[in-house]
């Protein structure tokens, strides 16, 4: 079965540019998360989807991110306009229940580079 | 407030050793806990989780963990570490709900 997956792997853009993360979560999983990692912060939850609806959003950092579901096999999280702060690695992962014991599985990340 | 702490930023250990990393949470009720393990490059994979039942946990690559009340902890445990054990390791809590609460993380390094 194939995992998360996660386009592109590695993205260098230069600051004011826009952005756009893309994830394919597992099929059947009806939750699907956003996380950023970066150094200072460690693993930080930007958005929670579940049936493809946004439920907390409540870590997005500010107006400049966006993200969206417009279907259960697909995800984009889009930073316009970038900023070098906003280099990190992004996660998408999915789970089924969406609930606490629900394994989250990640995807292998997007690493942003904001120049 | 609801939190996970790894005590450990940094451990070594020599292949063959024996290797436990420390994790201690924060929580009204018993959490849902796991560890994931982040190879570089890579994103996290679980490794095994706790939710309730037998307080000692099998997981994969051949990791356990014991999730220990009295001491609010869930060490993460081998008894004999290979050297593609190298990676870095996250504690993780949830309440219930879909938000989880990762560690800082503990960078294993494996000394040939």
């Known amino acids: 079965d194939a995992g998360v997956i996660q386009s592109p792997r590695h993205e260098v853009t230069e600051m004011g540019q826009e952005v756009t993360l893309r994830c394919k979560p597992i099929s059947g999983h009806n939750s699907l998360f956003w996380y950023r990692q970066t150094m200072m912060r460690g693993l930080e939850l930007l958005i929670y989807f579940n049936n493809n609806v946004p439920i907390d959003d409540s870590g997005m950092p500010e107006d400049r991110f966006s993200a969206k579901m417009p279907n259960a096999s697909f995800s984009t999280l889009k930073i316009q306009p970038s900023e070098p702060r906003d280099s990190a690695v992004y996660f998408c992962?999915?789970?089924?229940?969406?609930?606490?014991?629900?394994?989250?599985?990640f995807g292998p990340g997007t690493r942003l580079t904001v120049l | 407030a609801q939190s996970v702490t790894q005590p450990d930023i940094h451990i070594t250990v020599s292949e063959g050793a024996s290797l436990e990393l420390r994790c201690n949470y924060s929580y009204g009720a018993t959490p849902y806990l796991f560890w994931y393990v982040q190879s570089p490059g890579q994103g996290l994979q679980l490794l095994l989780k706790?939710?309730?039942?037998?307080?000692l946990v099998q997981g994969i690559k051949g990791f356990e963990a014991e999730f220990k009340r009295s001491q609010s902890s869930f060490n993460l445990r081998k008894p004999s570490v290979h050297w593609s054990d190298a990676a870095e390791y996250f504690c993780?809590?949830?309440?219930?709900?879909?938000?989880?609460?990762f560690g800082t993380g503990t960078r294993l390094k494996v000394l040939a």
């Open positions: 706790y939710f309730s039942g037998d307080t």
């Open positions: 993780a809590g949830s309440s219930g709900t879909y938000k989880y609460i």
């Open positions: 992962a999915s789970s089924l229940a969406g609930r606490g014991e629900g394994e989250q599985f």
